[in-house]
Nanobody, 117 residues
Framework: QVQLVESGGGLVQAGGSLRLSCAAS????????MKWYRQAPGKQRDLVAT???????NYADSVKGRFTISRDNAKNTVYLQMNSLKPEDTAVYYC???????????WGQGTQVTVSS
């Protein structure tokens, strides 16, 4: 059974930082592309950052230079370091892993990030 468990969300003032973690089980973590998405109220779920099994990263334009995705294969955990947070970063953040044969994603339960102005 695949489980993705996010943690690290919370309330922070604009300009502050948070680090999200996502602990994975039930998948061969080191072989998996890992992603962070976010969904603000009334909006679609958007891709924020991606990290491949080899450590290559990609970011949405809105977070480039402020967010950093990383992974620790020994701990089966992916991280999202978020700096210089803005109110528009407020959303539920979800961790995701690819299902086999690219048939969709496994999802975590999400963690709320609220940035106050």
């Amino acid at each position: 059974q695949v489980q993705l468990v996010e943690s690290g969300g919370g309330l922070v003032q604009a300009g502050g930082s948070l680090r999200l973690s996502c602990a994975a089980s039930g998948i061969i973590f080191r072989n998996n592309v890992m992603k962070w998405y976010r969904q603000a109220p009334g909006k679609q779920r958007d891709l924020v950052a991606t990290i491949t099994s080899g450590g290559s990263t990609n970011y949405a334009d809105s977070v480039k230079g402020r967010f950093t995705i990383s992974r620790d294969n020994a701990k089966n955990t992916v991280y999202l370091q978020m700096n210089s947070l803005k109110p528009e970063d407020t959303a539920v953040y979800y961790c995701a892993a690819n299902r086999p044969l690219n048939t969709g994603h496994y999802w975590g339960q999400g963690t709320q990030v609220t940035v106050s102005s």
